[in-house]
């Protein structure tokens, strides 16, 4: 869970009308708005924002598939409500590239075909990412390890990681 | 042109929309007013229906409309069963057509399953439809369950459908039942098997989806839906379910997140709502949840059955018979018996020569979920009967595993080679891909190392599933006689502009299969066009003649080698048109490059692009030709394909808990020519994953109350990255006489082999306690108590 987590004030304003005041920023861009608070982050980003590049899978935390950083760590947004992500900055896949060029791992992951139906894609960009900006040299057990949560039903897996592999291992 | 662009491990054009989240898929989409349809499902397996009380669902905030049986019941007719056993009498079939007990979309007075559509709610956001559903009450009258296809043939069983008598949906057969009776009373060696394959679940991670509209003004209907048959389902719907003209439907499907079979069939789903959004005048969407998912959408597998094998003490295999009984679920889904009596009947001989083969299946309807196929269909349930078989009967004789393989498979100098139940394998050396995969994994010194792996607490056994598998769905007349409705060839229309730009619109549905790339790379290596110029479109029925979809291993042999047949056709009066530009005849010119040159003098050329350009201003063209450079083309195969392999587990069983590690998996497979190495590979990673899951821990379980215990990912687990060890792939290369191309089919080749060769492992590991047979799932318990003897 990141540090900015809700502080107690917004949680009792939370508790009396249903509603909740929250400002956020979204791959840069602050929004300050009002939503209901039952609102999970990933309806918020996907019926509020329009930003539906953000997957939903399984409601329920299992697939991975609707994973985005917030401030920098890997959450599956189904997971967590708006409100608790009031303060922080999130990163979805359409902040990770910008007019149709694709970043380094973007482009690692289709030159080993590591996307097939895409469906998990997104959510596992972003997996990645966190992962590798805390360990830019991860072991296969432990790439294999840290996507456990992102369900790829296609079966991507095995050229995940050698895509991450031919990332790290070339200097960039 | 120089590079060789056919063959060659390009990425895939489609990654860039998918990696950046630009690429949409059906749940995406939300057109303007839209309004938000959640279901109610029957809570019960079986029960009648006394009454549905929506009033104080109605009355909540933002409900707009609640729909029951009775208010569409008079709109439409029952969703469709296209599989007739007998054969197809006739395209224009009266409806309601093929296998009686048809569905109706919203169930009036019945529920048979748990799932089954009671009422849909429309209200203004999704939230508020979900809430309504909570609240509406239904008078069930529970009644007697049935949960298995013996259990609902059993003499005095409750009848699900007055129409359907001892719930005997269709018996299926195939081969001479007395002379194989006979083989196998004169032999030498009989070994029996009952395997229980259980149900599997698809569990794609995109639920199906569908958006619908109703244009007032022009009368048209519009359907946005996660469909591997967008044509089909227009079909279907226009003319057997709803009865509107075919000209006011249009079919569009959005990016597929997965589907592996479960989503190529007429579901309630898009005609309803069709129905709901000219009802209430507005678009109207509806998203399953992954809770919805295994109550609204096909299971797969699920086959009881009674095996015997018959041969000789010298290895050689004489007889099998098989008595398989099938749960259809409470009605037929849209081509789902076709499953077991076609896919599993005529393919369990395998990649053996059997003198006397039987099979027969008894379809039954039971309180479950309609059966489909998934991935691997009916060919993985096949390949699990016979090489559980071959291993058991190898053991009776004494003969090492692979040896009475070698002794049985067909060989080279035997094709075409009738298989006996009615399928003619095209081209292969099963021996050969055997033999290499027993090279790859080590086969020869198993032996040191189940020594070795014993000193660490584990029995290491060593495992084959070798295969054939029917692809390239199919010969149209052929799937008639198979009592298949509907034309099954590839569709391509190929378009070359005055640009030099070209367009193919292709009929099939991709979903993850990267059609886009590898049916370009057809196109640039035949017509010498770079990739960039050609555009691939697909999946809007608008524009295209009926076609058919991507599902049975067909896209790339049949529809890819409808877009290069259509490639050739534009080669043609390229060089007819190209000659006369030229002035030279056309026997002195040649097409290469893509351009059309003069043959001795390669300075004199017109490029593609100046004929195209010619032919669509009519500036120059010979007499007799029409202007414009674009073909509309059919690829009807002579037969079906038949890619085959052999695949080699190594596994470890832990002696305290009967945990499986699959520590070594060598897949040696041949699917013929190849258009994009890489996609291929991609496919079969997709393939031995998606076998993993039911070989180890994927189960669908009902309990005796017909209610569905394995609903979501907690409760149904499918494999994981940090489960999977990884897959050794190589490939031979046997081309099919049956497309030009020499291309066999892929998308769910592979998959039949990894259930056996990971069952015979653990089988092998455990032979010296006597255990001869698990059934699948292995989990731990199972296996752990196998090695109790329990």
Redesign the interface.
């Known amino acids: 869970m990141p540090s900015k987590s809700p502080v107690s004030t917004k949680e009792a304003e939370l508790a009396t009308t249903g509603e909740f005041s929250l400002s956020i920023k979204v791959n840069g861009h602050p929004h300050e708005t009002v939503v209901p608070s039952d609102l999970l982050l990933v309806d918020y980003l996907?019926d509020t924002l329009?930003?539906?590049?953000?997957?939903?899978?399984?409601?329920?935390g299992?697939?991975g598939?609707c994973v985005v950083l917030v401030d920098g760590v890997s959450v599956k947004s189904c997971t967590m409500l708006a409100a608790q992500a009031s303060g922080c900055q999130v990163t979805?896949?359409?902040g990770?590239?910008h007019g149709?060029v694709?970043n380094a791992l973007?482009k690692s992951?289709?030159?080993k075909?590591a996307?097939?139906?895409?469906?998990?894609?997104?959510g596992l960009?972003l997996s990645l990412t966190d992962l590798l900006s805390r360990n830019p040299h991860p072991s296969e057990?432990e790439?294999?390890?840290w996507?456990?949560g992102?369900?790829?039903?296609?079966?991507?897996?095995?050229?995940?990681?050698r895509a991450v592999e031919s990332l790290t291992a070339e200097p960039h | 042109m120089a590079t060789q662009v056919f063959g060659a491990p390009i990425p895939r054009r489609e990654d860039a929309a998918l990696l950046s989240g630009t690429g949409k898929f059906t749940a995406d989409l939300h057109p303007a007013n839209a309004a938000h349809v959640a279901i109610l499902h029957s809570t019960e397996a079986h029960a009648r229906i006394k009454g549905i009380d929506t009033s104080a669902a109605a009355a909540m905030p933002g409900v707009i409309r609640i729909f029951t049986g009775a208010d569409v019941v008079n709109k439409m007719m029952p969703l469709v069963c296209i599989f007739k056993p007998a054969g197809v009498e006739t395209h224009f079939p009266p409806h309601p057509y093929g296998l009686p007990g048809a569905q109706t979309a919203l169930a009036t007075d019945r529920a048979r399953y748990v799932g089954e559509w009671l009422a849909a709610v429309v209200a203004e956001t999704r939230q508020q439809a979900y809430d309504a559903v909570a609240a509406i009450r239904v008078d069930y009258e529970p009644l007697p369950v049935l949960t298995s296809a013996e259990d609902a043939l059993r003499p005095g069983a409750p009848q699900l459908h007055d129409s359907v008598p001892g719930n005997l949906c269709a018996h299926v057969s195939h081969g001479d039942k007395a002379a194989v009776d006979e083989a196998i009373a004169k032999a030498e060696v009989v070994v029996k098997q009952k395997l229980r394959i259980p149900r599997q679940l698809h569990q794609a991670n995109e639920t199906r989806a569908t958006v619908a509209q109703y244009d007032e003004d022009t009368q048209e209907y519009t359907l946005w839906t996660n469909t591997q048959i967008p044509h089909g389902n227009r079909f279907m719907i226009c003319n057997l379910v709803l009865g509107i003209p075919y000209n006011k439907l249009r079919v569009l499907v959005p990016n597929i997140g997965g589907s592996y079979g479960s989503k190529g069939y007429l579901y309630q789903d898009a005609p309803l709502l069709l129905v709901i959004a000219k009802e209430v005048g507005r678009p109207v969407k509806w998203v399953d949840t992954r809770e919805g998912l295994p109550r609204t959408t096909v299971h797969a597998r699920g086959q009881v059955q009674y095996a015997t094998l018959a041969g000789n003490r010298d290895g050689k295999i004489t007889a099998l018979s098989v008595t398989n009984y099938v749960d259809l679920g409470g009605y037929p889904a849209t081509n789902g018996p076709a499953t077991p009596s076609i896919l599993t009947g005529r393919s369990v001989t395998g990649a053996y020569v059997i003198p006397h083969p039987f099979y027969e299946v008894y379809l039954a309807f039971a309180n479950s979920v309609m059966l489909g196929p998934a991935r691997g269909a009916g060919r993985m349930e096949a390949m699990l009967l016979i090489e559980r078989l071959v291993d058991l009967f190898a053991g009776e004789i004494g003969m090492d595993r692979a040896e009475v393989r070698r002794k049985n498979m067909v060989q080279p100098d035997q094709f075409p080679f009738e298989n006996g139940l009615g399928w003619t394998y095209d081209s292969g050396n099963y021996v050969a891909a055997l033999d290499r995969a027993l090279e790859m994994a080590g086969y020869k010194e198993i032996a040191q190392r189940k020594a070795e792996a014993r000193k660490r607490g584990k029995r290491l056994g060593v495992g084959i599933g070798s295969y054939v598998t029917i692809g390239g769905v199919g010969p149209s007349s052929r799937m008639g006689r198979e009592g298949l409705i509907g034309s099954v060839w590839g569709t391509a229309i190929l378009r070359v502009h005055q640009t030099g730009d070209i367009t193919v619109i292709t009929g099939c549905q991709p979903h993850g299969q990267g059609q886009v790339t590898t049916f370009s790379q057809i196109v640039a290596q035949e017509l010498g066009v770079p990739i960039e110029k050609i555009e691939i479109l697909h999946s809007d029925t608008l524009g295209m003649p009926y076609a058919q979809g991507s599902y049975g291993s067909r896209s790339f042999s049949v529809e890819g080698a409808a877009v290069y047949e259509a490639a050739q056709h534009i080669k043609e009066k390229a060089i007819k048109v190209g000659a006369h530009l030229l002035k030279a005849e056309e026997k002195d010119v040649t097409f290469a490059d893509g351009k059309v040159q003069v043959n001795g003098d390669a300075a004199q050329a017109k490029t593609l692009q100046e004929i195209a350009s010619a032919l669509w201003f009519d500036w120059d063209i010979p007499p007799g030709v029409q202007p414009g450079l674009e073909v509309t083309t059919y690829f009807d195969p002579t037969d079906f394909n038949f890619p085959f392999g052999s695949h080699v587990a190594v596994v470890e069983v832990d002696e305290e808990t009967g945990a499986v590690e699959v520590v070594k998996y060598v897949c040696v497979d041949d699917v013929g020519v190849v258009g994009n190495p890489m996609v291929v590979e991609g496919q079969m990673h997709g393939s031995v994953a998606f076998g993993f899951g039911p070989a180890l821990m994927e189960e669908v379980i009902y309990d005796q109350k017909g209610q569905l215990v394995t609903h979501n990912f907690d409760t149904y687990p499918v494999p994981r990255p940090s489960g999977m060890p990884n897959f050794e792939l190589e490939r031979t290369v046997t081309p099919t006489p049956i497309n030009k191309m020499g291309a066999k089919g892929a998308g769910d080749v592979s998959n039949p082999a990894v259930a056996p060769a990971i069952v015979n492992a653990v089988c092998d590991a455990l032979s010296d306690l006597g255990v001869k047979h698990i059934d699948i799932p292995l989990t731990p318990e199972k296996v752990w108590r196998a090695m109790q003897g329990k």
């Open positions: 996907r329009s930003l539906t590049g953000t997957k939903s899978g399984c409601d329920t299992q697939c598939a979805t896949i359409e990770v590239s149709g694709l973007q992951l289709s030159e075909h996307v097939q139906c895409g469906y998990c894609t997104p960009v057990s790439i294999r390890g996507i456990d992102n369900i790829c039903r296609c079966g991507v897996y095995q050229n995940v990681v």
